[in-house]
């Protein structure tokens, strides 16, 4: 630790135990609303509603799906497949990605084997909640009453 004395000490000395206690704030809060946020998203599933308005609050529930890699499909297709030196099969038997993109972009893959390596494609389902405030009308009430 420094012995000599910074010109902004003072306001570090205190901005610290400020931000500690906000930091803890903001985390019992983050952690209230990711409890509130399943809870929705649970409710409005089971209840089938995709959107609701409440005290000047607006949610919208959505369901998507995404694409990602199962790796253990796609590691068994290259190691076979894709010479070794490439790089991009990795001696703890994972796939570089970022390799597998520049190889993929460059031309080294065989078009049969890009071909294969959509069958190692998993879909997942992403529920995604949206908040928004309700805009007042001009006489003071709500859009959506």
Same mark, same amino acid.
């Given at each position: 630790? &420094?012995?000599?004395k910074?010109p902004?000490?003072? #306001?570090?000395?205190?901005?610290?135990?400020?931000y500690?206690?906000?930091?803890?704030?903001?985390?019992?809060?983050?952690?209230?609303?990711k409890?509130?946020?399943?809870?929705?998203?649970?409710?409005?599933?089971?209840?089938?509603?995709?959107?609701?308005s409440?005290?000047?609050?607006?949610i919208?529930?959505?369901?998507?799906? #995404?694409?990602?890699m199962?790796?253990?499909?796609?590691?068994a297709?290259?190691?076979?497949k894709?010479?070794?030196?490439?790089?991009?099969?990795?001696?703890?038997k994972?796939?570089?990605?970022?390799?597998?993109?520049s190889?993929?972009?460059?031309?080294?893959?065989?078009?049969?084997?890009?071909?294969e390596?959509?069958?190692? &494609?998993?879909k997942?389902?992403?529920?995604?909640? #949206?908040?928004?405030?309700?805009?007042?009308k001009?006489?003071?009430?709500? $859009?959506d $009453?």
């Open positions: 630790m &420094r012995t000599n910074i902004n000490t003072d #306001r570090l000395l205190t901005l610290i135990p400020e500690g206690s906000h930091k803890e704030t903001l985390d019992e809060y983050t952690n209230i609303c409890a509130e946020n399943a809870e929705i998203k649970k409710i409005m599933e089971e209840e089938g509603i995709d959107s609701i409440s005290g000047g609050y607006k919208t529930y959505s369901v998507s799906e #995404r694409n990602t199962n790796e253990d499909k796609l590691l297709l290259l190691q076979d894709v010479s070794a030196e490439s790089g991009i099969v990795k001696t703890k994972y796939v570089d990605m970022d390799a597998l993109e190889a993929i972009y460059n031309g080294a893959i065989p078009k049969e084997v890009l071909i390596m959509d069958n190692c &494609r998993e997942k389902e992403v529920m995604t909640l #949206r908040v928004s405030k309700v805009k007042e001009k006489d003071g009430t709500d $859009n $009453n």
